[in-house]
Structure formats: structure tokens, C-alpha cells
């Protein structure tokens, strides 16, 4: 397989998952990692209760978890948290959310509380 046709395939392999289907999730009570890669700046301009900010130490302690863990990324629109997810699927994770839309998403859709930014 060429490079980018095994980087297209890994892609496709992690879930997009909508803001109100993430709502679903955390309401669920289902045990889930919701990791926000975005920066601290933008952190605190606006954040979804529950994530944790992918810094070293948090992607040092999510290495260390089973590669079954379900893990939820999010950042603003959805694209560098698809990129971080694409880390963790070479990184032997299975179960990879990225959330569609970002946070934006989230305060359009479910908690217009949630400053857009």
C-alpha cells in the first residue's frame, strides 16, 4: 500500500462523532477520554466540561492506557483533533472519536453557553 493510501485508510478508521451524539455519550455515563488538543489560550476562552487538555503529561498518561480505551478528541473546527486521533490510531488505539465540528459544533448545537470563538 502507497504512503498516502495507508494514511487515507487510517483516517477513515477513527469515528466522527457530532456534537449531540457526544452529548448522548457523556450523558450515557460510559467511561471515555475527551481530550481537547487545542492551546491553552483557546482553553480558556471556551471548554466542554469533563476534557482535558492534551499537553505532554496527558499524552504521556494516555499512552500508557489500554489500546481499547475510548478516547474522544476535540479541538475548535475538527481538523487537528482529527489529526490527533490519526496519532493514537498509529499508536495502537482502537476505539478513536473525533468530534465533528469542534467546539464550535458543541455551542452551536448543544450548549450555546459555550463562547464561539
Given at each position: 500500500m502507497?504512503?498516502?493510501?495507508?494514511?487515507?485508510?487510517?483516517?477513515?478508521?477513527?469515528?466522527?462523532?457530532?456534537a449531540?451524539?457526544?452529548?448522548?455519550?457523556?450523558?450515557?455515563?460510559?467511561?471515555?477520554?475527551?481530550?481537547?488538543?487545542?492551546?491553552?489560550q483557546?482553553r480558556?476562552?471556551?471548554?466542554i466540561?469533563?476534557?482535558r487538555l492534551l499537553?505532554?503529561?496527558?499524552?504521556?498518561?494516555?499512552?500508557?492506557?489500554d489500546?481499547?480505551?475510548?478516547?474522544?478528541?476535540?479541538c475548535?473546527?475538527?481538523?487537528?483533533?482529527?489529526?490527533?486521533?490519526?496519532?493514537?490510531?498509529?499508536?495502537?488505539?482502537?476505539?478513536?472519536?473525533?468530534?465533528?465540528?469542534?467546539?464550535?459544533?458543541?455551542?452551536?448545537?448543544?450548549?450555546?453557553?459555550v463562547?464561539?470563538?
Open positions: 502507497v504512503d498516502e493510501d495507508r494514511s487515507a485508510h487510517e483516517a477513515s478508521r477513527i469515528r466522527q462523532l457530532s449531540p451524539e457526544l452529548k448522548e455519550l457523556i450523558e450515557s455515563g460510559t467511561l471515555f477520554e475527551l481530550v481537547d488538543v487545542r492551546t491553552d483557546e480558556a476562552l471556551a471548554s466540561d469533563g476534557s499537553d505532554q503529561s496527558h499524552h504521556d498518561a494516555l499512552l500508557c492506557l489500546r481499547s480505551t475510548v478516547i474522544v478528541f476535540q475548535h473546527h475538527g481538523i487537528r483533533s482529527q489529526h490527533a486521533a490519526e496519532h493514537f490510531r498509529r499508536e495502537g488505539f482502537q476505539n478513536l472519536y473525533n468530534l465533528r465540528g469542534g467546539i464550535d459544533a458543541w455551542s452551536l448545537f448543544v450548549d450555546p453557553s463562547p464561539r470563538y
